[in-house]
């Protein structure tokens, strides 16, 4: 009972601090030109929202970016004082009871929680929320908006129950409820963006919800790396992970020497190793929807190949990544007993991601998406880069990747197995298959975020 009054005397306590701080925000009115970017996940892991923060700014709005900050954000993002970064706290898993309670729990938590750091900020022409995850922030960010003159904007990355459903099935309770909420509270916004003309589409047909397609693009720092700074990444993994190491010690040694590249120790030209491995390279945030044994099997068939005396190089297999299956599949990883294969499964810097990407010869997109409604933002980033990319085949993904022309499409191991083996079969034959995707990638032109978002997000935003 004293319990019980205590809570009680907490949530009045509570309710009437939060309506002060309502009436102090009401009469101090919004500011035209200020933006509030929300993301309930990861920002350093939420780079689509990092560059809407970085294009508010380069057209003269001020951003408050809000998020768990469990990674580091982008320097050009920590540099900017027109952005302030507000971490957020996320709420440690609960020990007892059963997961609805937990759940439960979590989202009451989540709504007092990002209410009260909305209502904290100085009040903004808009609201920027990135969903998934939307439950509980689209209603949360609908009434600070209603309170605050703000106007609400989601950027629909993907279905948060299609995710849920993978882990509890598409007829769970709680994911049935998710979607009713996700489709009601979606039609709440005053704009709605989405990654691809299906998801534009699927929103339209089946949610009642007018959304327009805003294609991820990748950022300007997405390019080919030059020889030289290669070789200066090699040389710094090397030093954490032997599958960057040489294999054998140079004649000089003053010689740098990495497991693709060598530094001549008078001119200093670098150039790359005879005989070198071919760097393959996946990022992932490893998750159900990714489902990395079908990598893992492709590569099994390709040493088997190299065995049976295919001419075929040796493999760096890299693959990049945070999330809640790593260690699982770094356990199968670890039972192979490849002979011409290394596997490696580092977490980079943020500045060395764009430069290993730029200095890959190929890339591998094991993203399936749970929705088939959006598309894997590290094709993207790889396509900046000019890297070719092999990508398991889903409903949208030709909106992104051509096939046999920027990369393949594959439905499973042996499939994926039968390119690998077609695309290095005279590696690193300037003629062959890869270097001519590479070639398509460099003639393409492709649009950067900044123009893109010029053009599709910046008049919406005026005119609204």
Request: proline residues 5%; charged residues 20%; neutral net charge.
């Amino acid at each position: 009972m004293a319990a019980s009054c205590v809570a009680v005397l907490v949530m009045a306590a509570s309710l009437l601090l939060l309506l002060l701080v309502l009436w102090k925000r009401w009469r101090r009115g919004r500011a035209d030109w200020h933006v509030i970017i929300v993301v309930l996940g990861d920002v350093g892991r939420s780079p689509r929202m990092q560059y809407h923060a970085l294009s508010f700014v380069k057209s003269g709005f001020s951003v408050t970016l809000m998020g768990f900050c469990n990674s580091r954000p982008y320097d050009e993002l920590l540099q900017n004082n027109r952005i302030q970064i507000v971490s957020l706290t996320e709420l440690p898993k609960l020990a007892v009871g059963p997961h609805i309670f937990q759940y439960g729990v979590k989202v009451v938590f989540q709504s007092v929680y990002l209410l009260w750091k909305l209502m904290c900020r100085e009040p903004a022409a808009y609201i920027f929320l990135q969903n998934p995850p939307g439950l509980p922030a689209i209603a949360v960010c609908w009434l600070v908006g209603c309170l605050c003159a703000s106007k609400l904007v989601i950027d629909w990355h993907n279905y948060g129950y299609s995710i849920m459903g993978l882990v509890h099935g598409s007829s769970h309770p709680l994911v049935l409820l998710a979607k009713w909420y996700e489709k009601l509270c979606g039609r709440l916004s005053h704009l709605n963006l989405c990654v691809t003309n299906s998801m534009r589409e699927d929103l339209a047909q089946n949610w009642g919800i007018k959304a327009v397609t805003v294609y991820d693009k990748p950022a300007s720092f997405f390019k080919e790396t030059p020889l030289g700074l290669q070789h200066q990444l090699f040389m710094k993994l090397s030093c954490t992970y032997s599958a960057f190491k040489a294999c054998s010690e140079p004649l000089d040694p003053d010689t740098e020497r990495s497991a693709f590249t060598e530094r001549d120790p008078q001119s200093g030209v670098v150039t790359h190793l005879r005989g070198r491995p071919a760097l393959l390279v996946s990022s992932t945030s490893w998750t159900e929807d990714e489902d990395f044994s079908i990598l893992l099997a492709a590569l099994e068939k390709f040493e088997q190949l190299i065995l049976d005396g295919e001419s075929l190089p040796s493999l760096v297999c890299v693959i990049t990544g945070k999330g809640p299956l790593k260690e699982y599949y770094r356990g199968l990883i670890g039972q192979k007993h490849f002979q011409h294969i290394q596997v490696c499964t580092p977490w980079l810097e943020a500045e060395d991601y764009p430069l290993l990407l730029g200095s890959a010869d190929l890339g591998v997109c094991l993203h399936k998406s749970s929705s088939g409604l959006d598309l894997p933002m590290k094709v993207v980033d790889m396509f900046g880069c000019c890297l070719p990319v092999c990508a398991v085949n889903f409903q949208c993904l030709h909106e992104l990747v051509k096939h046999d022309e920027n990369g393949l499409v594959f439905e499973g191991s042996e499939e994926l197995a039968a390119q690998l083996q077609m695309l290095f079969s005279a590696f690193p034959d300037p003629t062959g298959k890869l270097s001519q995707f590479r070639q398509n990638l460099r003639e393409s032109e492709q649009l950067r975020w900044d123009e893109s978002w010029k053009q599709t997000v910046l008049p919406l935003v005026m005119d609204t």
